[in-house]
């Protein structure tokens, strides 16, 4: 079982967690992780994309020259493909992107995504931000005393509300409540924090 070193806001460490290993000590299975990050980026997409076919251009109906004896090709419309302003050849058509994951896929991506993080030392635990107030300032003091740069997602406790609207308007940080956290996210980043709560929720959810 692993353990890693836990912080305050202030950076100064206040004591260390034991990791669970069915969470935090697997062998990451990277093909699974990249089925569940692409079945999420997908239902994402709109797919609300379309074009006409040659029987939804407008206008087309009268044949532009008889069948024969005008030396030319044969033409039954000016909206037939080949024509400009004619319809689109296969082209798309309103669709959904989204397929179906298994629900064992999704807990494993997620223990193998919290797993790479943890062997990266790219995993960094708080005890609690302990904002008495949603303050911007605050929450950027507190990513530079815990030596935080770039891309950053902060994983808080659901009801933790003044934390969330601390850190959701800086640009390089991601923050999300637990019930919230995906696979995408929790590696779509240059370090990962967890509050305790946090983490402890992850714990009893994917063990």
């Not at 992780?33 to 379309?50: F, I, L």
């Amino acid at each position: 079982m692993a353990t890693i070193e836990i912080k305050d806001a202030s950076g100064r460490a206040t004591g260390n967690a034991e990791l669970s290993a069915t969470v935090f000590g697997i062998e990451p299975n990277v093909p699974v992780m990249h089925q569940v990050v692409r079945a999420q980026r997908a239902s994402w997409r709109q797919g609300t994309h379309d074009s006409k076919t040659r029987g939804q251009v407008r206008g087309g109906g009268k044949k532009p020259w008889r069948q024969k004896g005008t030396g030319r090709a044969r033409q039954g419309t000016i909206r037939a493909p080949q024509w400009a302003g004619g319809g689109v050849v296969f082209g798309p058509h309103p669709r959904s992107y989204a397929f179906r994951v298994n629900n064992k896929e999704v807990k494993l991506a997620m223990r193998s995504a919290l797993s790479a993080k943890l062997a990266d030392g790219q995993l960094h635990i708080v005890s609690n931000f302990g904002f008495a107030e949603p303050k911007t300032k605050e929450a950027v003091a507190a990513l530079k005393a815990l030596g935080l740069e770039g891309r950053v997602t902060i994983v808080v406790a659901n009801d933790d509300v003044n934390t969330y609207l601390a850190f959701r308007n800086l640009p390089q940080v991601n923050v999300l409540p637990v019930a919230e956290a995906n696979t995408y996210e929790l590696v779509d980043n240059k370090a990962l924090v967890l509050t305790e709560a946090a983490l402890k929720r992850l714990e009893e959810v994917l063990a």
